[in-house]
């Protein structure tokens, strides 16, 4: 509840009353890699329905709350300064409005309300400003003045733990939580998602999936979010299974978030499914999601370490080459090679060796290269590479030597992953 929703109509001249409104929960910020949970505050909108507005009895969102409503409205002293708090916050002139409020807050002739309502002012232009952890003291105090309407005091409430959570106070976040339950009645699906959010954060995983089964199971519009944590929570307990299983659910209704295919791929290679983690980043990339080189390369990599898949590594990284994805360096043509060789097509592992050979400072390229020139019968190829190998420097020169035909054993095959 911001102050524009605190103050019911600038042109009263003796009080002003609070304002019902619709209970807005704020949203949390989409987690990835795994996750990272956050929050923006997102301020209550005031009601359009005028004569909803101006009604004696506003709406009661929280019917079942023992704490009695105050009496108390603003003061006729205040009440100018107060109406100019909005007016400031739309001009965005934050430090004039913050100094108003704090002229108010500080008025001997200032009761409770006025109070509650400069300090959420206060509140308001740090939050607007994204500095939640100013603005956390600042609704605490509007908060415990406590001569706000029930509907003012839980949204205000609701708004102090998220922010907390938001800015890693998580104890005393779930602590303002269990009192807005305690205190309301109530104990919404958003109120257990702000909880599992905290725990979370404090990595108490148990706690923060009992939390979040419990939101879930308390509406049939459970947030994008909150599967999100329970694959996290699962995954911190190193219960890749679970994980994967809530991964797998929330990409049936999200088949294109890319964040959520490359924590289910890591699952699935957490729990020794490398083929199902690679149809899951390639999934990915015929959605076109993959868009950096570090996807290309973990999906080329999982395919080249596939026993058979060498021809599906090899053609995501001649797109990756072709769409300027994967730089062409020695590392990348040394893998292409490999791939090439260990699928039979020894004419274009050649090539790539070449090229490797050519974009590298030492000989080890061009010691593979003579190899399979050597498993061909190009002796004299072989012999000339391993020389070129030697000179450039390798980590087995033993095997070069024997390639250049100082000793005469069985040639080794090319080095590789396999």
């Known amino acids: 509840m911001n102050v524009r929703n605190l103050l019911k109509n600038a042109t009263l001249a003796t009080a002003c009353v609070a304002l019902a409104v619709t209970a807005a929960m704020a949203t949390e910020v989409p987690m990835s890699g795994p996750v990272a949970a956050g929050f ?49 916050e739309d001009a965005k002139k934050y430090d004039e409005m913050i ?62 733990a998220q922010m907390q959570v938001a800015e890693d106070q998580n104890g005393p976040g779930i602590a303002t939580l269990d009192r807005l339950i305690a205190e309301t009645g109530e104990d919404k699906p958003e109120y257990e998602a702000q909880r599992g959010i905290a725990f979370y954060k404090s990595k108490q995983y148990p706690d923060a999936i009992a939390a979040i089964k419990k939101a879930m199971a308390g509406t049939d519009k459970p947030k994008e979010n909150w599967a999100r944590i329970m694959v996290a929570s699962y995954s911190g307990l190193n219960q890749p299974q679970e994980a994967a299983r809530y991964a797998e659910e929330f990409l049936e209704k999200n088949p294109g978030d890319k964040d959520m295919m490359l924590n289910l791929s890591s699952l699935y290679l957490e729990d020794k499914q490398p083929e199902k983690a690679a149809a899951v980043l390639d999934d990915a990339r015929h959605r076109g999601l993959l868009t950096d080189e570090h996807d290309y390369k973990q999906l080329y990599s999982l395919y080249g370490n596939i026993k058979g898949r060498e021809k599906d590594s090899i053609a995501v990284i001649n797109e990756g080459l072709q769409k300027g994805v994967l730089k062409p360096d020695a590392g990348l043509y040394t893998t292409l090679a490999q791939d090439y060789y260990f699928s039979g097509q020894n004419d274009l592992a050649i090539d790539a060796y070449r090229k490797a050979d050519a974009a590298s400072s030492d000989g080890e390229a061009a010691l593979n290269l003579a190899k399979i020139y050597s498993l061909e019968g190009r002796k004299a190829e072989a012999k000339t590479t391993a020389e070129l190998a030697l000179r450039k420097g390798v980590s087995a020169p033993n095997e070069a030597r024997v390639l250049t035909g100082q000793s005469n054993p069985t040639p080794v095959k090319p080095h590789g992953k396999k």
Do not use: W
């Open 40 to 88: 923006h505050p997102m301020k209550h909108k005031q009601d359009k329905d005028k004569k909803a507005a101006d009604a004696v009895d506003e709406v009661q969102l929280f019917p079942k709350a023992t704490r009695k409503e105050p009496k108390v409205a603003a003061s006729e002293a205040m009440h100018d300064k107060l109406v100019q708090l909005p007016k400031l």
């Open 99 to 160: 100094a108003l409020a704090q002229q108010v807050a500080g008025d001997a002739a200032a009761n409770g309300y006025d109070r509650a309502i400069a300090d959420r002012a206060i509140a308001d232009a740090y939050i607007d400003q994204a500095d939640y952890g100013k603005a956390i003291g600042f609704v605490q105090k509007a908060l415990d003045e406590n001569a706000l309407s029930n509907n003012d005091q839980y949204q205000m409430m609701l708004q102090l």
